[in-house]
């Protein structure tokens, strides 16, 4: 028979394979979800809180008075060369999964990085146009996620200033959270970022 026993380290790492990232973020929502993984898995001792300025906040605490609907914000920059000529395309859902706002925008020509925050600032601006308090935030830009997250440094002087007004924007919000998804459950902002370059072109 084989041995069915499990030990701490077992469970712990198939807890940071499973658990949804909705989960770790109430659970730990002053920590980077990378982290809290890497702990769980055994890659690292220990997980460091994120600085203040970046910090997570977690999308289950409890709502500030008047924070509004609960929502979902997709975003996605894409640039046909990099740099190239780009577009931007952010959709906001509601709980429901309806759409709140939906938009695309030529952005000239600019890095894919530069056009993944500038999505995320239009998105963001619909978030706060539409009531938004509590939003779950998904990119398919793992760099972008991570440097909100905490995880890396901006260190590029083009995206400096983004990342400043991204940090103004999320400050607005009452409760976020930000997570990667792939690019194919992001179909519907990559619709959006390649139509405002073809709305350009023609």
Not at 72 to 78: C, I
Not at 82 to 90: Q, R
Not at 91 to 110: H, I, T
């Amino acid at each position: 028979m084989p041995d069915l026993c499990l030990d701490r380290a077992a469970v712990a790492a198939a807890l940071g394979e499973q658990l949804p990232d909705t989960i770790l973020a109430k659970l730990f929502p002053d920590y980077a979800l990378a982290e809290l993984r890497a702990v769980l898995r055994g890659q690292q001792k220990t997980a460091c809180p994120l600085t203040p300025a970046v910090q997570q906040q977690s999308l289950f605490a409890e709502p500030a008075a008047g924070s509004g609907l609960a929502c979902k914000l997709f975003t996605d920059g894409a640039s046909r060369g990099n740099p190239g000529e780009a577009g931007a395309g952010s959709v906001l859902l509601d709980g429901d999964g309806q759409e709140l706002a939906a938009r695309s925008f030529y952005l000239g020509k600019c890095t894919n990085n530069v056009a993944e925050y500038k999505a995320l600032i239009m998105g963001l601006q619909s978030v706060l146009e539409s009531g938004c308090g509590r939003v779950e935030i998904f990119l398919d830009s793992q760099l972008i996620v991570r440097q909100i997250q905490g995880q890396y440094k901006v260190k590029h002087p083009a995206l400096k200033p983004l990342f400043e007004e991204v940090k103004e924007l999320l400050a607005k919000i009452d409760s976020w959270t930000v997570a990667h998804v792939p690019r194919e459950q992001n179909k519907r902002a990559d619709e959006l970022a390649n139509q405002g370059i073809d709305e350009r072109r023609n």
